[in-house]
Each structure stands twice: as structure tokens, then as C-alpha cells.
């Protein structure tokens, strides 16, 4: 049974810093791409960061680009977005994603998610 479980939520004042944690078991952590979304209240879910298996690629939507950054430590089965100088158009629900690459087949993965808030 494939399992991510967020961590690392909470309520922050702007220009704060949260490090969220997504730990995930039941699959080859290895062999899929990592990805944050968020999804606000009344908005969409949104890509935000991802991180190839290998955590030799990284890729950023723009506006979190020298704010937020997505490691992972295969060791750990774990990856985690670092969020800098948060804003209050932060405040979302942040999502981690598990994304098969190569050769592992087609089916994706969603934690239950995390609620950041950021305060003005």
C-alpha cells in the first residue's frame, strides 16, 4: 500500500519560513519524480515544485523561484519543500505528488495534504 503522509504545516507570520516533509512508503522511491502542488480556497491545484528521482533536476513555477526549494534524500524516502520569505498568497493546502518514471508503470500518487497559512 502506497503511502504519503505532509508534514510540516502551519500558521506563519509573512516573510516567515516553513519546511514541509512528505514521507513516503510502499513504492521505489527512488524511481519517481517528487512534486508539490497547492490548491487555495476556491482555486485549483497547482504545480509548484518538482524533483526527478535522482534529485539532479529540480523545476519551479515562478513565483516561489529563490523562495522555495524541493530536496529529497532517497535514503529517507522523504522529500521536502523549504519555503522562504513566505507571503499570504502562500496560504494553501500543499499537496506532495509521486509521479512513476521511466519503466515503472502508470499509476501516480497524492498525500492527504498540509495547510500552510501565511499571515500579513
Known amino acids: 500500500q502506497v503511502q504519503l503522509v505532509e508534514s510540516g504545516g502551519g500558521l506563519v507570520q509573512a516573510g516567515g519560513s516553513l519546511r514541509l516533509s512528505c514521507a513516503v512508503s510502499?513504492?521505489?522511491?527512488?524511481?519517481?519524480?517528487m512534486s508539490w502542488f497547492r490548491q487555495a480556497p476556491g482555486k485549483e491545484r497547482d504545480f509548484v515544485a518538482a524533483?526527478?528521482?535522482?534529485?539532479?533536476?529540480?523545476y519551479y513555477i515562478d513565483s516561489v523561484k529563490g523562495r522555495f526549494t524541493i530536496s529529497r534524500d532517497n535514503a529517507k524516502n522523504t522529500v521536502y519543500l523549504q519555503m522562504n520569505s513566505l507571503k499570504p498568497e502562500d496560504t494553501a493546502v500543499y499537496y506532495c505528488?509521486?509521479?512513476?518514471?521511466?519503466?515503472?508503470?502508470?499509476?501516480?500518487?497524492w498525500g492527504r495534504g498540509t495547510q500552510v497559512t501565511v499571515s500579513s
Open positions: 524533483i526527478t528521482g535522482s534529485g539532479d533536476s529540480t
Open positions: 505528488h509521486a509521479g512513476p518514471e521511466e519503466g515503472e508503470g502508470s499509476a501516480d500518487y
Open positions: 510502499g513504492l521505489t522511491f527512488s524511481k519517481y519524480s
